[in-house]
């Protein structure tokens, strides 16, 4: 990495995220850092130092370089939470070519999809996934255990990568208001300034130790794997969210803070009341939120009943993800938890670096180093994301006399439950496929466990004989499941505009009117 001094001018040294992994091997190289889940199918990677992860990822460059895999190459990835996931993560993009973490909940036909518009030109999977991965359209193909290791090149110096911080770092498809996922193309610059200042915000420090309970595909684990690192954090792989199991890796491990779901944070708490003895980390664990606003009565208990802090951000795939941050301050020390929950349901005032507006239809915008590059190969929809010098994301709301974000509806016809984005649109074109189907809209419902989940409103033709489990199936033979329905009603009609255009806030306010907010 070459700093570039012009005549008279200051320093610039590309930001990258090899410099997380170089500070973590030089500072903290001795340091245990990646402790790998030991329930796999794979051979769990024996815990890793610092020093071996920055090894490891070496040995995988030079791998990928061996493949033949070129600078800017794409490297899909479809696993669980695993320590050779986190390999890819750092392996293939600080040396240069573009990691791909794909859902794994996802159908055969969409990460089908994801290999081809991506252009990958290798796919590492999970054993798991298997079946998943056979025969997708790629070059090559390594399943996570001893093929994995094998492709690593230990003591290979894998050329070196002309260093460019807006060369893009990962694509992480998501869904959006279009029916096939778009890829958002997130830079060096964009990670490595989210780490940081997610890093500053949160007050992360080497004496932390991190559970990873989000998965490492959704927004690269909102950025924590290249934050932690950065700082010599030890990193506790969880493949599978499980309540109780979250409580004993805290207990077991020491750690300090988590990233989550409102869902998991549910789990967790629905823990706490069997668990035996005291709730492991009171007043040492700090669990941080999106997805979705939690009710004020579950952070209020994340405060009484664990004795953790409660930390919401917003932010979207999009943004690295982090834009706002709400947590507690000293100005608020002296209120009640209820009180003080009150505050904390907001989605947060800006982090530094970032500025929000609300344009005149309510939309939420942003502007900051974190927002995406673009879109891969969809130059129509990045055009209309990033307009008029901000990016807009799609959700409405509010910006109080605080500064503080408040998030009250959803523009764009994205469902979030438990967490993960789900187009409408999608649902919607995959139902209107059946032969029974005359008109349909997909919404979101609220849902105690979820936050939202999908419902799909149907017209069918009279002389169908199709019921609601019946459509249920349909979905669910060609989508991952997280995107069905969990409910189908009948309709006669679906409110329509005088053009034809369906009017969705109709068609979900009978659903929302005793909340005040059109999410969940």
């Keep these: 990495m070459t700093g570039t001094n012009r005549s008279g001018g200051p320093m610039e040294v590309p930001l990258t995220i090899r410099d997380q992994l170089e500070r973590a091997a030089i500072v903290y190289g001795d340091r245990p850092a990646i402790f790998d889940e030991p329930d796999q199918p794979a051979d769990p990677v024996p815990t890793l130092t610092y020093g071996e992860f920055y090894t490891q990822s070496k040995a995988l460059a030079a791998g990928l370089e061996e493949l033949g895999v070129p600078f800017g190459g794409r490297v899909a990835v479809l696993s669980q939470n695993a320590s050779r996931l986190l390999l890819v993560l750092m392996g293939a993009s600080a040396w240069g070519r573009v990691a791909v973490p794909i859902n794994f909940r996802l159908s055969r036909s969409e990460v089908e999809y994801i290999i081809e518009h991506s252009?990958?030109?290798?796919?590492?999977y999970d054993p798991e996934m298997a079946?998943?991965?056979?025969?997708?359209?790629?070059?090559?193909?390594?399943?996570?255990?001893?093929?994995?290791?094998?492709?690593?090149?230990?003591?290979?110096?894998?050329?070196?990568?002309?260093?460019?911080?807006?060369?893009?770092?990962t694509i992480n498809y998501t869904s959006g208001t279009t029916a096939r996922p778009k890829g958002v193309e997130l830079t060096h610059r964009n990670l490595w300034i989210n780490a940081t200042v997610f890093s500053l915000h949160a007050g992360i420090s080497d004496r932390d130790v991190y559970l990873h309970t989000l998965p490492m595909f959704h927004c690269n684990g909102w950025g924590m794997p290249y934050a932690t690192t950065g700082l010599g954090v030890p990193q506790i792989v969880l493949r599978k969210v499980d309540g109780p199991e979250i409580l004993r890796r805290v207990e077991e491990h020491g750690v300090t803070f988590m990233c989550a779901a409102p869902a998991i944070v549910t789990a967790i708490l629905d823990a706490a009341v069997e668990w035996d003895g005291p709730v492991p980390g009171r007043d040492k664990v700090r669990i941080i939120v999106a997805g979705a606003p939690p009710p004020t009565i579950i952070i209020e208990r994340v405060e009484t009943e664990l004795g953790w802090e409660f930390i919401q951000i917003y932010g979207?795939?999009?943004?690295?993800?982090?834009?706002?941050?709400?947590?507690?301050?000293?100005?608020?020390?002296?209120?009640?938890?209820?009180?003080?929950?009150?505050?904390?349901?907001?989605?947060?005032?800006?982090a530094i670096g970032v500025k929000m507006r609300v344009n005149p239809d309510g939309e939420i915008c942003a502007q900051s180093n974190v927002v995406l590059k673009s879109y891969w190969a969809q130059p129509e929809e990045s055009a209309k994301a990033l307009r008029d010098g901000w990016f807009h994301t799609g959700d409405g709301g509010t910006i109080d006399e605080d500064s503080y974000v408040h998030i009250e509806d959803r523009k764009k016809d994205v469902i979030i439950s438990g967490g993960e984005n789900v187009s409408s649109i999608e649902v919607e074109d995959r139902l209107f496929s059946h032969p029974a189907i005359n008109e349909v809209a997909v919404i979101g419902v609220p849902d105690e466990k979820w936050g939202e989940t999908v419902k799909a409103l149907v017209v069918v033709d009279p002389s169908a004989d199709v019921t609601e489990a019946d459509l249920i199936k349909y979905?669910?033979?060609?989508?991952?499941?997280?995107?069905?329905?969990?409910?189908?009603?009948?309709?006669?009609?679906?409110?329509?505009?005088a053009t034809g255009k369906l009017q969705k806030f109709k068609l979900r306010k009978p659903y929302w009117e005793q909340f005040e907010k059109g999410i969940n």
Excluded: I
Aim: net charge negative; with cysteine.
């Design 119 to 124: 252009g990958a030109d290798v796919v590492l």
């Design 131 to 169: 079946e998943l991965a056979d025969g997708l359209p790629v070059s090559h193909s390594f399943m996570m255990g001893p093929e994995f290791d094998a492709l690593l090149r230990h003591g290979v110096e894998p050329t070196e990568w002309d260093a460019d911080e807006n060369a893009t770092a």
């Design 316 to 350: 979207l795939t999009e943004t690295a993800p982090l834009l706002t941050m709400s947590r507690g301050r000293a100005e608020w020390d002296d209120l009640t938890p209820g009180d003080r929950a009150k505050k904390l349901c907001r989605a947060g005032a800006p």
């Design 475 to 497: 979905c669910r033979d060609e989508m991952a499941h997280y995107k069905c329905p969990t409910s189908v009603e009948f309709r006669d009609e679906l409110a329509r505009t």
